[in-house]
């Protein structure tokens, strides 16, 4: 019998182990949060998130469910709305028997402790050789950027539809970024591509591209050439948003010459090309599909069979 706590669990381990930080690194943050928490007067330990006690990722949460009941399928999306639910709610009056959905991206609780995860931002520029005083500086102003504007945000109403239709609802943000975070640094490292367009061309080889392409949106030079030599190369993946784009010119004063990430805004961007450094794209929904990949080939192994939709690329490894 496979519980709804069991593959979060699964989820939360395997985001461990595939993070940035080393697992010292993060039972130092836990440990930290843990004495927070111990010091809280008793009138507020009630308000407390209990789940960060043991889980670093604090946009990683189980939502709405029964832990009682033996999860046998689950439906595993990217963006989870009120539609999605409906959908599966459909799909299970037609005989799919859904038991769970797994969204990527965070909702309710999940998506308003967003700004929580990005701190390890600054450990991946840190590994550049970005100062990690001045990274924890610049990441900190964003995460006040990013906490302001996750409140304005209607964060509940998908947790209110999936209570209603007693639909189990979970969310896989940080713990699956983790993943697309390695798996295409390792592939950069073990690749080493030498032109800016080798790194497109290794990218054209993982499924998940390939099929995003066909969709139209295929891995792209964003600023600068293909011709361009890639130099030391930056795999920017993780911690829950786009960080600052005051960190460029750190990032170039650290040597680095090519940011590989997922999707950046028009700002970003045009910082990258007042500091001459090269970004590639690589696509938002390519990248969250690698990065779910990993975490549901794990959760299908505990016995759980996985229906993809909203915008899931689904690939085996």
Known sequence: ????????????????????????????????????????????????????????????????????????????????????????????????????????????????????????QADVWQKMGVNISVGESLIGDRQSEVRNAVRVSNARSVIDAAELLGINLMCTHTVADNHVQKFTAKLIEDKKPYRVGDIIDLLFEVPEFQIAAKDGDPPMISVGKKENRAGKIMVDMTGGTEGPKEVVSNLVAAGVSTIVNMYLSNSYLEEAKKNKINVVLCGHMACDSIGMNHILDQIEKLGVEIVAGSGLYRVRR
Request: charged share 35%; no cysteine.
């Open 1 to 120: 019998m496979v519980k709804l706590s069991d593959i979060y669990r699964v989820a939360v381990d395997s985001g461990i182990d595939a993070d940035p930080r080393s697992r010292e690194d993060i039972e130092r943050l836990l440990s930290l949060t843990r004495k927070e928490y111990e010091e809280l007067p008793e009138s507020r330990k009630r308000f407390f998130d209990t789940d960060a006690l043991e889980n670093p990722f604090a946009d990683t949460r189980i939502l709405t469910g029964d832990d009682v009941k033996d999860i046998k399928k689950a439906f595993a999306g990217i963006d989870i709305g009120s539609a999605e639910v409906l959908l599966v709610d459909r799909l299970n009056q037609m005989g799919r028997v859904i038991d769970l959905i797994i969204s990527h991206h965070p909702v309710g609780r999940a998506r308003l402790f967003l700004a929580d995860v990005m701190p390890v």
